[in-house]
């Protein structure tokens, strides 16, 4: 167990619809990274928050946005969702603002888009 | 760009050997890179750190190298066991140390 929390563990919806997926990071972590992984694809880095504010981003598309709370728990919210956004999400964190630090990952929220 | 190569082929090694896997970067030198092991459905799980200025670094039946010259890291497995046996990503940082950048990952798949 990573300490590490992701909610919901799946999540089927449709075509342009919404969803947000939550993230508990582990107690004292301020980074929150999230990512996305397709099947048999490689980690995607989405986007990096640090206690509160956004760090760095990565391939994330406009359609996507996430923010990380003062309770330090983030929410990555997806919209207008389409067949290829289905993908496994992981949200991973650090206790740190570099790359340096190992990143603790959830057990991810599995997205279906029908 | 920074761009990462790991073998995209599945790794089949025999149990008891010693399994060998790949991560090759291009366009920059990395100051540390990251190994970790994901299993089918599951979150990657973190096994080892190398700097730059460490040609080798250990963990029990783990060695991982870094050639900074051949712009590569090698990840060994001794002893493997079919328990061994799942992907395995190289994440060397990137020029704003802020992130990781992401191999895609070798199969690895350990035979009793």
């Known amino acids: 167990d990573s300490g590490v929390t992701q909610t919901p563990k799946h999540l089927i919806t449709a075509t342009g619809q919404r969803v947000t997926l939550r993230c508990s990071p582990r107690s004292g972590d301020l980074s929150v990274y999230w990512y996305q992984q397709s099947l048999d694809q490689g980690l995607q880095f989405l986007i990096q928050?640090?206690?509160?504010?956004?760090?760095a981003k990565g391939n994330i598309l406009e359609r996507f946005s996430a923010q990380q709370f003062p309770d330090l728990h983030s929410e990555l919210n997806l919209s207008s969702l389409e067949l290829g956004d289905s993908a496994l999400y992981f949200c991973?964190?650090?206790?740190?603002?570099?790359?340096?630090?190992?990143?603790?990952f959830g057990p991810g929220t599995r997205l279906t888009v029908l | 760009s920074q761009k990462i190569e790991q073998n995209s082929e599945a790794l089949n090694i025999q149990e008891g050997k010693t399994a060998t896997l790949t991560c090759n970067y291009t366009n920059y030198s990395p100051a540390y890179l990251q190994w970790y092991r994901q299993d089918p459905g599951r979150g990657p799980v973190f096994l080892l750190l190398?700097?730059?200025n460490e040609k080798e670094k250990r963990k029990e039946r783990l060695k991982v190298t870094f050639d900074t010259t051949l712009k590569q890291s090698l990840f060994h497995i001794t002893a493997s066991q079919p328990a061994d046996s799942a992907t395995y990503l190289c994440a060397p940082d990137t020029d704003s140390n802020y992130q990781l950048i992401w191999g895609a990952g070798t199969k690895l798949i350990i035979k009793p």
């Open positions: 928050y640090y206690n509160g504010e956004e760090r």
């Open positions: 190398i700097r730059e």
């Open positions: 991973a964190s650090s206790g740190g603002l570099s790359g340096y630090n190992e990143q603790f």
